[in-house]
């Protein structure tokens, strides 16, 4: 990959670039204008960093370098691919995070009604104010309380917090390794596809496309062939030749 000090030397050359003066130059800048455009707008949720996709973007080509638009669309693939896996760890993060500050608030809360003694007033809709046993106690408590909850608003658990709403019910763990071995294969599909262009071009002989087969281990799957209940962390990866050139 390419380094951070490389990165910098490159962005240092660009400024002191005047760009291309050629029809032909000129064009083709235009063109990768759209296409770092089109990949933002395609590949960023709202809070993420525009800077750190387009840095990823310039790591991954200039590694790759791409030549010709089916490269190009392999790898701007790659980078979505690269860029959502990322995004995946964030959001496990994000389940962690809800959950174990979720925990920790209804336990704080716990802790302080047990420093609370009050009885129901006779009137059904009225309630006496309960008796603090131990003031001190009772405000720390309350305290760890307020704190718990207010981690839970931020970005992190927010986002796990999206993807349990969207996971309908399943365990979103195990949705999770199901996202992830599909952005994987998508990955390795389009990486396979990119090399046999290039040796093609390169004037190699072509080797037949490789069919990865990703599964997530110790699952079972459902009615729809779905895997289901399978742990994270535990990827299977098969490849095979495919039948045609």
């Keep these: 990959m390419t380094s951070a000090r490389q990165l910098e030397t490159n962005r240092q050359n660009a400024r002191r670039s005047t760009g291309p003066t050629t029809a032909n130059g000129k064009a083709r800048v235009a063109q990768n204008a759209l296409t770092h455009g089109l990949l933002s707008r395609e590949t960023l949720l709202p809070d993420e960093d525009p800077q750190a996709l387009q840095t990823l973007a310039e790591a991954v080509r200039a590694e790759l370098n791409p030549e010709g638009a089916q490269e190009q669309l392999l790898v701007d693939m790659l980078i979505r691919a690269v860029w959502r896996l990322q995004r ?63 981690l839970r608003e931020e970005s992190t658990a927010t986002l796990g917090l999206t993807f349990i709403q969207g996971s309908s019910g399943v365990d979103a763990f195990s949705k999770l390794s199901r996202y992830e071995a599909g952005i994987e294969r998508s990955y390795y599909r389009a990486l396979h596809e990119l090399q046999r262009l290039q040796h093609r071009r390169l004037g190699g002989d072509v080797p037949p496309p490789l069919a990865l087969d990703v599964t997530v281990s110790g699952g079972s799957r459902d009615e729809a062939g779905n895997l289901v209940g399978a742990p994270r962390g535990r990827l299977g990866v098969s490849a095979r030749k495919g039948a045609r050139q």
């Excluded at 609370?116 to 720390?140: H, N």
């Design 88 to 150: 995946l760890g964030r959001v496990e993060a994000g389940v962690f995070a809800w959950e174990h500050f979720g925990i920790l608030a209804e336990r704080a809360g716990r802790a302080a009604r047990t420093y609370e003694r009050g009885a129901v007033s006779a009137f059904p809709e009225e309630y006496d104010q309960p008796t603090i046993t131990d003031s001190e106690k009772y405000q720390v408590a309350m305290t760890q309380a307020k704190q718990m909850r207010t």
